[in-house]
């Protein structure tokens, strides 16, 4: 069966940045397709895209003409679909703290943090710009507190989050991490997270997947 896949997405998007890096590790090639969440008033808002994803968000995955939405699911389901190499463990509670560590970020972190919140405090309550990057500097300490805690104290913390091979857990981690760097925050407190993001760099499906590397990057 021949497989067709289009991404669309944006260059700073961590969840697009996310389903960049799932593809890379499952050596799946996408065209892709460049969504700006600012230019012209932010084509997420386009007829066209909004019939792709009906939330204006990216990235969606296009695979032989279907379009999935959420970078969580898109990763489950190219897991599910082309399941090697992994990107979740075998043992049921070795995913469920795969997961937990993913949910972290993807669930608690980012969305304190993405621009349609940053636009909403900018807007609706008249936040400047020093008092949005405050707010997400908290949230995403905040997170890191706690994943370092959960990483740093583990047996099953390896290379990577789990073990020595990436998983969804560093999938997540590594664009939150790029987030952090793009604030300037000083991440000294988070020794694992530093060391764990220093090996998924090691590997070209992370470091082909970084925002500065893409064809829309600015």
Not at 28 to 44: I, P, S, T, W, Y
Request: with cysteine; charged share 20%.
């Amino acid at each position: 069966m021949n497989h067709e896949f289009v991404l669309y997405g944006y260059f700073r998007s961590s969840a697009a940045f996310r389903v960049r890096i799932a593809l890379n590790l499952k050596g799946l090639k996408a065209e892709h397709k460049f969504v700006h969440l600012l230019r012209d008033g932010g084509q997420q808002f386009a007829a066209e895209y909004e019939r792709l994803n009906p939330q204006h968000l990216v990235p969606t995955l296009v695979h032989n003409g279907y379009p999935l939405q959420q970078s969580l699911a898109i990763i489950e389901y190219l897991d599910e679909v082309f399941p090697d190499p992994p990107l979740l463990p075998g043992d049921p509670l070795a995913r469920a703290r795969v997961r937990a560590i993913a949910c972290a970020v993807a669930c608690d972190i980012h969305p304190l943090n993405n621009l349609r919140v940053r636009k909403y405090l900018h807007k609706e309550s008249a936040r400047s710009d020093a008092e949005i990057r405050d707010w997400q500097v908290h949230w995403i300490a905040l997170g890191f507190e706690a994943l370092e805690a959960m990483l740093a104290n583990s047996e099953y913390t390896g290379r990577f989050c789990h073990g020595d091979q990436p998983t969804l857990a560093d999938i997540c981690l590594i664009p939150q991490m790029a987030n952090a760097h793009a604030l300037n925050m000083d991440l000294s407190a988070y020794p694992t997270l530093l060391r764990i993001e220093d090996a998924a760099f090691d590997l070209a499906a992370f470091a082909d997947a970084a925002p500065k590397n893409q064809p829309d990057a600015e």
